[in-house]
């Protein structure tokens, strides 16, 4: 249905933003004929028609007879509005798919337009291919349409069952981090990138445009972002579709662009301008390549992107009912809603539909006609099918040097100091040299303060911004490097899913308490892969492993600000397939928690590691024999040995294991009839009982090691909560009393930190006596009083001093 | 310390970045007598020994005698890195107060530099007003430096205990948005706003420049954004210091600002530069605001702001050791961290402070010489004790008509339907039209799919970005509007803890899935109101109110990505005092809430309540009575009055409410010999003991609704472990079965979303079954089966028909 351009009396501002004035191009050619115009309005329609059929209709896919009630789906979902921006820019990057031979794939930011793209995705056979049941014809197209946002079927993103896709789009504003993540050491790949100006507004989104200062045109891909101004969100028009283009323009150089406006509604002008802009952008690209290869330097282009001004919901008609709908918000959605019940809209909905000739489109048996399947790309080059759209088919093991080389040397548990994350680093250094284009390391300006700066030997600090003289007075800078730093969460996260996405390997390196700015990456991440794992034809991608360090209890002297460890309740609600928790107590722990991490697949792995130094206590074989296990007792900080414990001293997390195992020794040294079992968990989900997560311990299991009967002082890195809410199944749970950060801060010292959350030695000893007057009756009175009395003075010499007694920052074993 | 200019062959670009060349300046003008210079500099350099004493200090303040290593602090924490540049910014807008008698505040981003603005707040005498004992001699100055980054001192941020501050900048990205919504409706009111950076990489800070589009010049203050490019990080360059300058302006001009540039490290220049560029832009916001308070026109103004270059840690030594440290990324903390046992270091320093010669800026008795105090605003005007930086001083209630106007009648409970949020928006439309400059509506983009758009017939959405003739039909927009949305959850959150923490009311409405995407930013609200509940003079600000809706069970249809209720556990983690959770379970229960969250201060209230029509349960005396008790039993819906209850029916959250009593119906109708107990919770508090939080019931009262030793089958909105977290010491905990949602989610009906989650009627009534053959032995296997077989035809209906058999969406309470 062609659109009505109206008289408006548009300022000249105004004639801009509106797609009904002259049709404007920064490109100035009309590279089509009139054979191959007509053919891609054709193909156009014809994806446009598929759009309409996954909207509404459950029965009649060709219109074979006239539309009946009994046609529609019950429910209308799925969006329109973006649905023919998206499939137009897709159609015509397929013309240079073909004509340049490009290995390339799509991302849409606005998921919810989803039919735009997924509807090509059916006429170029993919759909098909994957899932023989919605074959090329009038039954597959019925159960294609039937499936759409229909229980049991797909939903109206581009979501894991979607061949062709890395990004649902269901939350807003990743496309971009996304999309450059996957083309981060695919030097040959180009990913067409749909912007909505929905998605623009958000903060993810608006910050990813800088993603282009870490791009090397020698060792990366490229990006083609596309911008789509439709104009409108559910309810509003859109920030950037509504600033002078004098302003957009800017606005896209000022982030380091040279942008093309494409805009209008004349579909011919359009599809003329879109075919040379896109032509323009691809050559463009192939030359920023090709000089920078050629000459070897890796400098920052200023590499293309398109602004698509087309109308929302384009070819809808442009009023119903005497409002606007092609061009205005009330095309968000299912533009025509009450088809079941008003024949008015059922006959301007079946002359919509009709008014693209399906019947000229497909054949009899409803596959699309010859002529116009051979505008996609031939199999093998279909964006659809990129191998990268299903990383896990590319994912080669990621090459790992025996963790074991750099065991930190263990004479007696408890004693030596020493710094777990630097010599983690010099693992992770050997990971970056041996996975030179499979690996990267991820984080928000942080990597050095997390102690990890040794790995900048093996592979320098992305930066394709301009150098300083400075920069080489320990910049560790380097257009081709391995770690990319931006101090934005969302970017690096985004990088590194699109990364993983894509089939390659890599970690983030975060303060713990700002990883809860990507709560929601993160989570939608974990659906992904829930979802991918119902889906037959994906293949296991790497996990993502987030690294959480700078914890909350060594962010004494940053404050109440920096302290907080609760990113680990918002994953502990993920599916417990998809998700894995470990709080590595020591140095050679956490080589071997790494070192598994980096092995596995399809999950969200998060490890919690101080950087500072700490005591170390298990040698390397007992560490992998630990964390295999992922809990265990151990026997020599325990003293119940051939007896039954009256105590079990628990600890999960490294401070708290060190304040844990200083509250036994408190203990035993003054109460040494005491029979204390020490238990270490470092794979958290042990604790849920088995059925609820597959690394929870039976009830055998769990009660031969924290008994049934016997009470349990449990010390957590985290807040006390979550060990409630793992353990409140098993049997003896209240007698498990749980010690945390209680969200008590301040500027304090990491003991003041710790005695206000009173998970510091003396609390946890004090609270151990107070559970133990069975067996102790009042004998203990006097030490209680004394670890009383010793936690007062310690918080005074702090305050005193501004740090901490010697007996807590020198403390070791005594056993 | 004046810094060396060193030759380093710079190349054009570079010359741009480097603040080592030649001092650049949009306006080139030289306002300052040299008079006026020499104070200017002695007044920075005033403050810069401050921050060096903050930074290093605890004895020997006004360096009367050599520096010896017990002068030191023992922990050397706080940043140096932007605390000039900051100081410097602060210095010349003081002289813009004073001469043009502005009513002005400043927000600093990079918390971190706190020193340096807590410097200038102490040398214009506020801090010694509001901390006698920090008083304006050599006493006060000492304990003023020791305080800082010390145990029971303050933090090294802009924190609550700050004078002049709302906004701490411990979570970097929020300060235009702070800024932003603090001058919303605050006509006269600039907000001096510096933006780190190393924050403009963040995308919540990246997108909220874009909030210049909601600014009204009339009826609105003004923000005045100076973008410091120190041009480090802690370990890194920063992105937007390494573009080039032509890009920069670029960037800013197409964010919609008019840049002025101020760039370089002579300090005599620079004093110029700056104060004739402050003096323009303050000029420029004058004209503006008059034009348009004249004209009566609210068009968008090309607003001022400065881009502020000058060197990382600046007047530090350029060199210390052979490395670079003024003007690069070794200045951004301690500058000398060594100086306790190194002697040189111990040199390098005393000799740096000495350089700012503090005997000429002091009197002896340590207080700043008249000459300079004059240089700051006089008392009433300094902007560290503008009263909007303590909100709480300017609050007024909110006029509150009396929401049981708005009653939904109800004759008989569980019959009517009603939606619920469509009759809370004539309530809310309401107090929109009373509070016509205090109250506002922020949304994501959502507040029609919300259904709330009836608060528009009494405040548009503030729109100053342009307007198309479409919008009349039905865009609800006006420059002067009273609801604002912008699709960043980020932003809308920013602008209205800024117009909340500046004294005034709002809500926020969005999705209940994405409010994930701020829950650092929540948590960073929370922190900040907990720490001020600890300073004396803080006033209280009324609530952050969040209304959650399109929620977890009614987002069957939009798939898995929009399916996350797990926000209420990143809530649940914050301290009792500051946060309050409720989920009304009808609309006059929504209506009662919401007039209480309003009227409160001092909290975090998140409320939880589907838009979709609902069944209505109370009239509005019991559901006051219900409100207000929090949790309680229904007697409608139990059958055990007079008797002890066989099984405890419990439910929180509008639909997991509907099937707890169609469960109880079903299971009364088959066995109506069961004696079941219906409670609801409202307020999600009730449910932890006493003592945990205030809201926590005593165990007697506990025992009085569930009892100690009965089945209890509750049906929860969330994940259900929360229940499990909050109950786990209750006596009788091991008998509660919690169902909600479980992360099993898809392309959906509503009932089958709650089949796949077993939070369905069907088996909620099994598993109460289950549980209850002690009561019931065998007999109730047959009716098992039965509700089995329901369960599975339910869901195999939608599966077939794409919607839920009628007995699911026409139930009502058949009793």
């Given at each position: 249905?062609?659109?009505?351009?109206?008289?408006?009396?548009?300022?000249?501002?105004?004639?801009?933003?509106?797609?009904?004035?002259?049709?404007?191009?920064?490109?100035?050619?009309?590279?089509?004929?009139?054979?191959?115009?007509?053919?891609?309005?054709?193909?156009?329609?014809?994806?446009?028609?598929?759009?309409?059929?996954?909207?509404?209709?459950?029965?009649?896919?060709?219109?074979?007879?006239?539309?009946?009630?009994?046609?529609?789906?019950?429910?209308?979902?799925?969006?329109?509005?973006?649905?023919?921006?998206?499939?137009?820019?897709?159609?015509?990057?397929?013309?240079?798919?073909?004509?340049?031979?490009?290995?390339?794939?799509?991302?849409?930011?606005?998921?919810?337009?989803?039919?735009?793209?997924?509807?090509?995705?059916?006429?170029?056979?993919?759909?098909?291919?994957?899932?023989?049941?919605?074959?090329?014809?009038?039954?597959?197209?019925?159960?294609?349409?039937?499936?759409?946002?229909?229980?049991?079927?797909?939903?109206?993103?581009?979501?894991?069952?979607?061949?062709?896709?890395?990004?649902?789009?269901?939350?807003?504003?990743?496309?971009?981090?996304?999309?450059?993540?996957?083309?981060?050491?695919?030097?040959?790949?180009?990913?067409?990138?749909?912007?909505?100006?929905?998605?623009?507004?958000?903060?993810?989104?608006?910050?990813?445009?800088?993603?282009?200062?870490?791009?090397?045109?020698?060792?990366?891909?490229?990006?083609?972002?596309?911008?789509?101004?439709?104009?409108?969100?559910?309810?509003?028009?859109?920030?950037?579709?509504?600033?002078?283009?004098?302003?957009?323009?800017?606005?896209?150089?000022?982030?380091?662009?040279?942008?093309?406006?494409?805009?209008?509604?004349?579909?011919?002008?359009?599809?003329?301008?879109?075919?040379?802009?896109?032509?323009?952008?691809?050559?463009?690209?192939?030359?920023?390549?090709?000089?920078?290869?050629?000459?070897?330097?890796?400098?920052?282009?200023?590499?293309?992107?398109?602004?698509?001004?087309?109308?929302?919901?384009?070819?809808?008609?442009?009023?119903?009912?005497?409002?606007?709908?092609?061009?205005?918000?009330?095309?968000?959605?299912?533009?025509?809603?009450?088809?079941?019940?008003?024949?008015?809209?059922?006959?301007?909905?079946?002359?919509?539909?009709?008014?693209?000739?399906?019947?000229?489109?497909?054949?009899?048996?409803?596959?699309?006609?010859?002529?116009?399947?051979?505008?996609?790309?031939?199999?093998?080059?279909?964006?659809?099918?990129?191998?990268?759209?299903?990383?896990?088919?590319?994912?080669?093991p990621l090459k790992l040097a025996p963790f074991k080389n750099w065991a930190i040397?263990?004479?007696?548990?408890?004693?030596?100091?020493?710094?777990?994350?630097?010599n983690f680093?010099d693992f992770l250094t050997e990971i970056?040299k041996d996975n030179?284009?499979?690996?990267?390391?991820?984080?928000?300006?942080?990597?050095?303060?997390?102690?990890?700066?040794?790995?900048?030997?093996?592979?320098?600090?992305?930066?394709?911004?301009?150098?300083?003289?400075?920069?080489?007075?320990?910049?560790?800078?380097?257009?081709?490097?391995?770690?990319?730093?931006?101090?934005?969460?969302?970017?690096?996260?985004?990088?590194?899913?699109?990364?993983?996405?894509?089939?390659?390997?890599?970690?983030?390196?975060?303060?713990?308490?700002?990883?809860?700015?990507?709560?929601?990456?993160?989570?939608?991440?974990?659906?992904?892969?829930?979802?991918?794992?119902?889906?037959?034809?994906?293949?296991?991608?790497?996990?993502?492993?987030?690294?959480?360090?700078?914890?909350?209890?060594?962010?004494?002297?940053?404050?109440?600000?920096?302290?907080?460890?609760?990113?680990?309740?918002?994953?502990?609600?993920?599916?417990?397939?998809?998700?894995?928790?470990?709080?590595?107590?020591?140095?050679n722990?956490l080589l071997s928690t790494m070192d598994h991490?980096f092995r596995?697949?399809?999950?969200?792995?998060?490890?919690?590691?101080?950087?500072?130094?700490?005591?170390?206590?298990?040698n390397m074989e007992?560490a992998v024999?630990?964390c295999t296990?992922?809990?265990?007792?151990?026997?020599?900080?325990?003293?119940?040995?051939?007896?039954?414990?009256?105590?079990?001293?628990?600890?999960?997390?490294?401070?708290?294991?060190?304040?844990?195992?200083?509250?036994?020794?408190?203990?035993?040294?003054?109460?040494?009839?005491?029979?204390?079992?020490?238990?270490?968990?470092?794979?958290?989900?042990?604790?849920?009982?088995?059925?609820?997560?597959?690394?929870?311990?039976?009830?055998?299991?769990?009660?031969?090691?924290?008994?049934?009967?016997?009470?349990?002082?449990?010390?957590?890195?985290?807040?006390?909560?979550?060990?409630?809410?793992?353990?409140?199944?098993?049997?003896?749970?209240?007698?498990?009393?749980?010690?945390?950060?209680?969200?008590?801060?301040?500027?304090?010292?990491?003991?003041?930190?710790?005695?206000?959350?009173?998970?510091?030695?003396?609390?946890?000893?004090?609270?151990?006596?107070?559970?133990?007057?069975?067996?102790?009756?009042?004998?203990?009175?006097?030490?209680?009083?004394?670890?009383?009395?010793?936690?007062?003075?310690?918080?005074?010499?702090?305050?005193?001093?501004?740090?901490?007694?010697?007996?807590?920052?020198?403390?070791?074993?005594?056993?």
């Open positions: 249905m062609a659109s009505n351009n109206e008289v408006q009396n548009l300022t000249a501002e105004q004639e801009q933003w509106s797609v009904y004035s002259a049709t404007r191009s920064t490109v100035n050619e009309k590279p089509l004929s009139s054979d191959e115009l007509e053919k891609l309005t054709k193909y156009f329609h014809a994806t446009l028609y598929l759009c309409l059929g996954m909207l509404y209709l459950k029965e009649n896919p060709l219109l074979q007879e006239p539309l009946k009630k009994e046609h529609f789906k019950p429910r209308l979902l799925g969006h329109w509005g973006s649905d023919a921006g998206q499939s137009f820019t897709y159609i015509h990057f397929n013309r240079m798919v073909k004509k340049y031979n490009l290995d390339a794939f799509v991302i849409s930011g606005p998921g919810h337009g989803a039919p735009g793209l997924i509807s090509n995705f059916y006429l170029e056979g993919v759909y098909s291919e994957v899932y023989p049941n919605k074959s090329e014809d009038i039954e597959g197209m019925q159960r294609f349409f039937k499936q759409f946002s229909f229980p049991g079927g797909i939903g109206s993103h581009m979501t894991p069952e979607t061949p062709g896709s890395i990004h649902e789009g269901g939350e807003l504003g990743y496309s971009l981090s996304h999309a450059f993540g996957a083309v981060y050491d695919n030097p040959h790949t180009i990913a067409l990138t749909i912007v909505g100006d929905g998605e623009s507004e958000t903060g993810p989104l608006a910050t990813s445009w800088h993603s282009n200062k870490f791009l090397n045109p020698i060792t990366d891909g490229a990006v083609l972002p596309v911008l789509h101004l439709n104009g409108y969100k559910i309810n509003n028009p859109t920030v950037l579709a509504r600033i002078s283009e004098e302003e957009l323009i800017k606005l896209m150089e000022g982030y380091g662009y040279t942008p093309y406006v494409v805009a209008g509604s004349n579909l011919d002008e359009m599809h003329q301008a879109m075919a040379g802009t896109v032509e323009t952008c691809v050559q463009q690209i192939l030359k920023f390549q090709k000089e920078a290869r050629d000459s070897g330097k890796a400098l920052r282009p200023r590499w293309p992107m398109i602004i698509l001004r087309s109308p929302k919901g384009w070819t809808a008609p442009r009023k119903v009912e005497g409002h606007y709908l092609e061009g205005f918000w009330r095309a968000h959605q299912v533009p025509l809603p009450k088809v079941h019940d008003d024949p008015e809209q059922m006959k301007i909905l079946e002359s919509w539909m009709r008014s693209y000739e399906p019947e000229k489109l497909f054949s009899k048996e409803g596959k699309l006609v010859p002529e116009l399947r051979e505008l996609a790309p031939p199999a093998g080059k279909r964006m659809s099918e990129n191998p990268i759209t299903n990383g896990g088919s590319l994912l080669k040397k263990i004479d007696k548990p408890g004693v030596t100091n020493a710094a777990s994350m630097a680093a970056v030179p284009t499979s690996f990267r390391v991820m984080g928000p300006d942080e990597t050095e303060s997390n102690k990890l700066s040794a790995i900048y030997k093996a592979g320098k600090k992305v930066w394709v911004n301009g150098y300083l003289p400075e920069d080489e007075d320990g910049g560790n800078l380097a257009p081709a490097g391995r770690v990319m730093e931006m101090l934005s969460e969302h970017t690096v996260e985004g990088w590194l899913e699109g990364y993983i996405l894509s089939g390659r390997h890599g970690l983030l390196n975060s303060y713990e308490p700002f990883i809860h700015i990507i709560d929601s990456m993160v989570n939608q991440h974990a659906k992904w892969i829930e979802k991918s794992l119902e889906v037959s034809w994906r293949q296991a991608i790497s996990s993502l492993n987030i690294l959480l360090t700078s914890t909350v209890w060594r962010q004494d002297h940053n404050g109440f600000t920096h302290q907080d460890p609760g990113f680990l309740d918002v994953i502990c609600n993920k599916s417990p397939e998809v998700v894995r928790i470990y709080l590595p107590p020591d140095g722990c991490c596995s697949k399809n999950y969200v792995n998060v490890i919690v590691a101080d950087k500072q130094p700490h005591l170390q206590f298990l007992d024999a630990h296990k992922g809990i265990g007792i151990w026997d020599w900080a325990s003293n119940d040995a051939g007896s039954e414990p009256d105590l079990i001293m628990a600890s999960c997390g490294d401070v708290p294991t060190q304040e844990a195992l200083a509250a036994t020794a408190l203990l035993r040294q003054h109460l040494p009839d005491l029979k204390i079992r020490f238990v270490n968990v470092v794979d958290l989900f042990k604790l849920i009982p088995n059925g609820y997560h597959p690394h929870g311990l039976t009830a055998t299991e769990y009660a031969s090691i924290f008994t049934n009967n016997k009470p349990i002082v449990f010390n957590f890195h985290s807040y006390p909560w979550l060990i409630h809410r793992m353990t409140y199944k098993r049997v003896g749970q209240n007698l498990m009393h749980v010690r945390g950060y209680k969200e008590k801060g301040n500027i304090d010292t990491p003991l003041e930190l710790l005695i206000r959350n009173e998970a510091d030695r003396y609390s946890l000893a004090i609270l151990a006596i107070d559970n133990l007057t069975a067996v102790l009756g009042n004998t203990a009175a006097a030490v209680r009083e004394k670890l009383l009395e010793r936690r007062i003075e310690s918080k005074n010499f702090a305050y005193e001093m501004g740090v901490d007694p010697e007996e807590f920052t020198n403390w070791s074993w005594p056993f």
